[in-house]
């Protein structure tokens, strides 16, 4: 994947938030409403004092009381507005991210997705796209606010004295601008460093969790925990080194803002002690500076937490662009099936050569066998066929049209590919089979079970065909598996059948009941049977041996 930079992986978060300009000016203006009406509390209080020594004000006391009242509730409304307002458009957009993700996935699987670490992805997609909502609700509109808030409170506050107005400016520039900037180079790469060992051990765990029987029965625990623990360690550490920087940030933007009132001190009483201001302008430009540090020191933060929030964007925004290896095709004519061939088709993954000059044809009506033993190129020729991946070269055309010309919609519909693992999804055993046709009845699943010779099976479950078949199916049998897989193909009910090692898990008389299914299937179909057992390819028509990638 293509590094970016941070600012152009910044820039393109913000291009993101386009549609929602409208709520996040809206976020803007309340939240600055707020700031301002919590600064001037503080500051009507010192108007309050001044009537008091009978020094001129704007307002009368009771005036100051009463917009007392008003500013304290308004500062309510307006917090909850701006947070309201934030956390809509932060949640909003994270859908918008969601399903760009999801979307990238299903175009980059399965050949980008095969060499990914799965619990690297499900950290991606859960925990680097939740950190995103502090950028989108906690980052933006505060640095449009503090710009807004702070302009105003310096141009007020200068308004007692250019010298007070630019001490206020200096000091805001220091805590929401500056102390960011130094942290963040402090903290140099920690953010991605961070990200992508989070990703790292939540492939290690996913990793440990599937391998658990066997971890168990080869008493690997010890190493596995270890390694476990290591990870951990370096993630902790990690994390401790940028928390050290955030409370370290904090302590010295506490310390700045003490500093900058003392400063502000110190000219106040010299600008008053000169005659340069009265005892208002002493008073209010202390107590507004005071109280106006509220927004710049959201911002002193950003220096740490802009770190993982960056790295987190980079790892989403570089899933979005990676480029798929094959392409969705769409707009051209629909075609039917009328048989399939592969003529002299070389193929490898990288530099490896899987196949090489292979030629094969598969008529209609026919049952074609593929024998080998495995590596031999004969799961990766049916992946060719579903156009996974684009050949090296050689030709692979279904009814005369190469498949690299016929819309991906089109090519899906024609095939049916069951694969040596059938992957299983925490539902029930019908909606299992039912993803082959979302719009199939009770009537033909159930058929479909039967050619599959799993019906039987299913109607001794407690639950029949509503029983939950566990996460990634476990609690099933990779026989039992295996044969939903084919009833999944069965009930796609589509011309050209592609089955890998369909009854490698199963028993004779299962087998023997699912080749007889087969062979009545090809009335209408072409099937192509994979399998390193000689006993499946008695059913074949034709058989073609293959061995180190040729057909021999």
């Not at 502000?264 to 005071?290: H, K, N, R």
């Not at 099976?457 to 609690?475: A, H, K, M």
Request: glycine letters at 8%; charged letters at 20%; hydrophobic letters at 45%.
């Amino acid at each position: 994947m293509k590094k970016q930079s941070k600012i152009k992986v910044l820039f393109r978060m913000l291009k993101l938030v386009k549609p929602l300009t409208g709520f996040m000016l809206m976020a803007i203006i309340f939240g600055t409403l707020g700031f301002l009406t919590a600064q001037f509390i503080p500051i009507l209080g010192g108007m309050a004092i001044l009537t008091g020594l009978d020094i001129n004000v704007p307002f009368t006391f009771t005036t100051i009381i009463i917009l007392l009242l008003i500013f304290a509730i308004l500062r309510a409304v307006f917090r909850f507005a701006e947070q309201r307002t934030n956390h809509y458009i932060a949640f909003t957009l994270l859908a918008i991210i969601r399903d760009k993700v999801f979307k990238a996935l299903r175009r980059l699987c399965p050949a980008k997705l095969e060499g990914k670490d799965k619990g690297d992805l499900v950290s991606l997609i859960t925990s680097d796209v939740e950190l995103l909502e502090v950028f989108y609700a906690h980052t933006i509109s505060p640095i449009c606010i503090a710009i807004v808030t702070e302009t105003v409170m310096c141009i007020f506050i200068g308004s007692y004295h250019p010298l007070l107005g630019l001490m206020a400016l200096v000091s805001f520039a220091l805590i929401g601008i500056v102390l960011p900037l130094i942290i963040s180079k402090r903290s140099k790469n920690t953010g991605d460093e961070l990200r992508a060992q989070s990703g790292a051990l939540s492939a290690h765990m996913l990793e440990s969790i599937r391998g658990i029987d066997d971890t168990l029965q080869y008493s690997y625990g010890g190493k596995r925990l270890n390694e476990i623990s290591s990870k951990t360690r370096e993630l902790s550490d990690k994390q401790g080194f940028l928390s050290k920087l955030t409370g370290t940030n904090m302590a010295i933007a506490n310390v700045l803002i003490l500093l900058c009132d003392v400063l502000m001190l110190i000219l106040c009483t010299f600008l008053y002690q000169s005659g340069q201001v009265g005892f208002d302008g002493f008073l209010i430009p202390m107590i507004a500076l005071m109280s106006s540090f509220g927004p710049v020191t959201a911002l002193s933060a950003l220096g740490t937490t802009l770190q993982s929030t960056i790295a987190s964007g980079a790892r989403v925004l570089a899933i979005i662009d990676e480029e798929p290896v094959t392409e969705d095709i769409e707009g051209n004519e629909i075609i039917g099936f009328n048989g399939a061939n592969v003529k002299k088709v070389s193929f490898a993954y990288d530099n490896d050569e899987v196949l090489s000059d292979v030629s094969m044809e598969f008529p209609e009506n026919k049952i074609v066998g593929i024998v080998g033993k495995s590596g031999c190129g004969k799961s990766t020729l049916l992946k060719l066929l579903m156009r996974f991946w684009d050949i090296g070269s050689g030709s692979i055309t279904i009814s005369d049209r190469s498949i690299d010309k016929i819309n991906t919609d089109n090519l899906r519909d024609m095939e049916s590919y069951m694969t040596q693992e059938t992957q299983l999804f925490k539902d029930t055993i019908a909606n299992n089979i039912r993803i082959a046709r979302l719009d199939a009845s009770d009537e033909e699943v159930i058929a479909a079970c039967k050619k599959a010779s799993i019906h039987d099976f299913i109607t001794t479950l407690p639950n029949g065909y509503d029983t939950q078949v566990g996460e990634l199916g476990s609690t099933l049998s990779g026989g039992e598996r295996q044969r939903i897989g084919l009833a999944r193909a069965f009930l796609h009910n589509a011309p050209f059948i592609l089955l890998d090692e369909p009854t490698s898990n199963l028993d004779s008389l299962n087998e023997a009941i699912i080749l007889k299914s087969l062979q009545s299937e090809k009335e209408d179909k072409t099937i192509v049977l994979v399998s390193h057992r000689q006993s499946t390819m008695r059913i074949a028509d034709e058989t073609f041996a293959m061995k180190g990638g040729r057909v021999s």
